[in-house]
């Protein structure tokens, strides 16, 4: 974790005071504690003297409250762009940090105590692999701690990013306006990941390409995907992988929205699905509808991206590894013979080209519902892959060379 001694701590050129955001002060935990230290101590020396065993509990129940006492805590967090500095105060333990905010991975609740159906929380701070607390009483009727919240997400998502914005601030102070060059644009590669929960049956659906309709290989549902949906499952990764993504790093979601939608995506190039190889698009892809990998010589799907899709990811070039058979309504594959099973009621044989799900015994007219094995085995499910979204992006470039550090 980052201590306020580190060189690599970026600031700006002419920073302001440090602005205070957030200030947690026990004054009240600690009347009331100290208030209830003195009825116990009362109670122990006027009103029970000769009672020893209530005195006993009275002296563990002070000391819990003592101990209470003693670990209260006071919690400043200032902002010093693009910094967090936070600061620890309690008699066992005091934290003097400085935290970029690009080490800052999250803040949320976590759970200290459950008694009877009573859950307490504290807000804590995520950065790295430690966690720092916010406030060890967490509501979230506190207007303070989501006004810190908001200005967290404010902040720099990466050093690139809080880097370009004080390098654009020093030009402007400068007289240089922040002269850029003309904005260069080019192909960026996003990486999706996705499964949603059929409205019909619950089961996980995986999404394995920018198709308007889904097939639930296990109620057989239709599942219509409009753009307006996808656009709300999208709606910022396109700009988060242009701007604030570095190359090979990826983030995990889980939406809950028209669809309870599982997500992972990243900034990562096309790669072969087999030997996990990736592909140079500039130089191996000649055009068609498929990419063979020169590693295992596996192919690929690769089709322009819908002209919806540009709303959703707007500069959409190519679609690399989408999986075009979960769009239509599956038949039992040419290569497999009839199956036969035994009929639930009669016991007579059936014979299945897995055409429906149901099929009607010729002995005793029953309709007899195809178990999941053996549906499963003309109808395999898909399995969740990764499809590749290229899309062309503005890079920014400075109009000179790359300027000497402050």
Known sequence: MTNKNRDDLLHRINPPEPRLLYRYNPVRSVIVTCIFLALCAAAALFLLPRAPQVNYVLAIFAFVLLFKLLKDCSV??????????????????????????????????????????????????????????????????????????????????????????????RRVRDGDDGKLEETARETVWCMLEMSIDCPRCDRPVVVNGPFTSFICPECSETIEMTPEIWADLLEDVRDEIADDTEEGKGSRSVIWGTYNTNLYYGRLKPCCPECKRDFDMENEYEGGDALTCIGCSTKVSVEPAPSWFDSVFEGALLIVGAQYKQTVKSTADNEISPISFTCSQCGGAILSCGEERTVKCEHCGASIYLPDELWFRFHPAPKKQRWFVGFEAEVYEWDDDDPEEE
């Open 76 to 169: 400043k967090v200032w902002l010093d762009w693009p910094n967090l500095i936070y600061r620890y105060r309690s008699l066992f333990r005091r934290i003097d940090m400085v935290i970029p905010s690009w080490e800052i991975s999250g803040i949320s609740p976590e759970i200290t105590s459950m008694w009877r159906g009573s859950i307490s929380e504290c807000l804590v701070l995520e950065a790295g692999e430690k966690k720092f607390v916010i406030t060890p009483y967490y509501s979230q009727q506190n207007k303070e701690t989501a006004m810190l919240m908001d200005e967290i997400h404010r902040l720099p998502q990466t050093r690139k990013q809080a880097e370009y914005e004080i390098e654009l601030e």
